[in-house]
């Protein structure tokens, strides 16, 4: 079959984007999914989302991994499909969609996609990392010398190391910037690959480092490989409410392939 798809990145986390709206994509086909994301045979990308009907909300988004599973939510890719709503004209400056972890509004100003992310009350704190679900599992763990960390195996090893093992996490590494700016390296589980970019993963970080006081700010800067992006909250006694991701989401091309 020929495949007509777009190619979307949000700060360098790129992603394959079907319009399934027709059901025309098969979701159990791992194999297909892991060849379209490849980079050397396949189109190439560090996931695969499907927009779909919502027989309530704007659409629906599904996520799969590089490895071609479908996997927990994906920030930089939910930013993504905002704008890829918007340029079917499904939206227009806002929308209500849903994800495998529930419902996400979003909004479109001044070119940036605001993405509001699950609300956050339990935070495991540790001597050298924190743990959080911000949609999808991450480790938090400050580094000093972040330039030159081996972000790819250094992450291998915590993400298949206890406790987190086959069902692994996300890890990030981090190094505090100023007050409220934090530079951050991610190695993404499912791509088991450091990526440019991880939109859950910043966002675990911001309230990770508020919640261990390294902050008191509530509108948080994360520096990350492939640009720049933005994390602000309001904590209500221990639970971190109204959490916005924002940044960049830009179409690189539309292609078909014969798959
Ligand atoms: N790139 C993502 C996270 C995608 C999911 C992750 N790889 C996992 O399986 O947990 C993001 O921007 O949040």
Redesign the pocket.
């Known amino acids: 079959m020929t495949l007509t798809f777009y190619k979307y990145q ?1 700060t360098g ?1 790129d992603f394959v984007i079907v319009d399934n709206r027709q059901h025309i994509f098969n979701k159990n086909n791992t194999k297909l999914i892991a060849f379209l994301c490849d980079r050397k045979f396949g189109i190439g990308a ?2 695969l989302i499907l927009l779909e009907n919502h027989p309530e909300h704007d659409f629906k988004m599904v ?1 799969f ?1 590089a490895d071609g599973n479908e ?8 930013r993504c499909i905002v704008a890829f709503a918007e340029f079917l004209q499904l939206i227009k400056y806002e929308t209500t969609f849903e994800a495998i972890d529930g419902l996400h509004y979003a909004k479109i100003e001044n070119g940036l996609i605001h993405l509001q992310m699950k609300e956050v009350d339990t935070i495991q704190i540790f001597d050298t990392h924190q743990f959080l679900d ?4 991450h480790h938090v763990q400050l580094v000093d010398d972040l330039a030159t960390f081996d972000v790819k195996n250094q992450g291998r090893t915590i993400r298949y190391g206890q406790p987190y093992k086959e069902a ?3 890890v990030n590494f981090v190094k505090q910037i100023d007050q409220n700016t934090f530079a951050v390296r ?1 190695y ?4 088991e690959d450091e ?1 440019l ?5 910043v ?1 675990a970080v911001a309230i990770a480092m508020h919640k261990t006081g390294q902050t008191n700010a509530s509108e948080i800067n994360l520096n990350v490989e492939g640009g720049q992006l933005k994390v602000a909250f309001s904590k209500e006694e221990d639970t971190y409410k109204n959490v916005m991701l924002i940044g960049p989401a830009t179409q690189v091309f539309k292609g078909e392939i014969t798959c």
């Not at 996997?71 to 939910?78: A, H, R």
């Not at 970019?197 to 993963?201: A, E, F, I, P, R």
């Open positions: 949000g986390n560090d996931g996520y991994n996997s927990t939510m994906c920030g930089n890719g939910g911000t949609g999808s599992p692994g996490t996300n991610t993404e589980r499912g791509v990526t970019s991880c939109g859950t993963g966002t």
